[in-house]
């Protein structure tokens, strides 16, 4: 059965993969669902899924007061894009997320693909499928 990318965790194990070894990711180490970890840290699943849960707090949180009233497609895709990014890139996208501006979320969210100041193709991937989903 495919995973119900209604459900926020759901989404992110998709879009991060599982890692069960921490490797560099740009600008970190990076294990379980794409979790900061000290090099070569080792990730079980049920390590995997803790760290994840821990890690998606802010971007949850941030959606509860921000943007209570969204749908649950467009929490898991906002959930994505600040577990990937932090809120402070959600912060950027909360006026038109707050005037129900989904086409200009949308096509915001696509010019966060770079990374290292390149622009990566699986972040282009990414945010064109979060980007749908809002």
Request: glycine share 8%.
């Amino acid at each position: 059965m495919p995973p119900d990318y209604n459900d926020p965790l759901a989404l992110i194990k998709a879009m991060e993969g599982y890692a069960p070894r921490a490797k560099w990711d740009v600008r970190q180490y990076s294990g379980g669902y794409g979790s900061k970890a000290a090099p070569g840290e080792v990730f079980t699943p049920a390590k995997a899924e803790a760290y994840l849960r821990r890690d998606a707090q802010p971007s949850l949180s941030w959606l509860d007061r921000y943007a209570a009233n969204i749908s649950p497609q467009q929490r898991a895709a906002l959930t994505s894009f600040g577990y990937n990014l932090g809120t402070d890139d959600l912060d950027r996208l909360r006026p038109d997320i707050q005037a129900g501006d989904w086409n200009r979320v949308a096509s915001r969210m696509k010019s966060f693909n770079k990374a290292g100041g390149e622009v990566l193709p699986g972040l282009v991937t990414r945010r064109a499928r979060e980007a749908a989903m809002v």
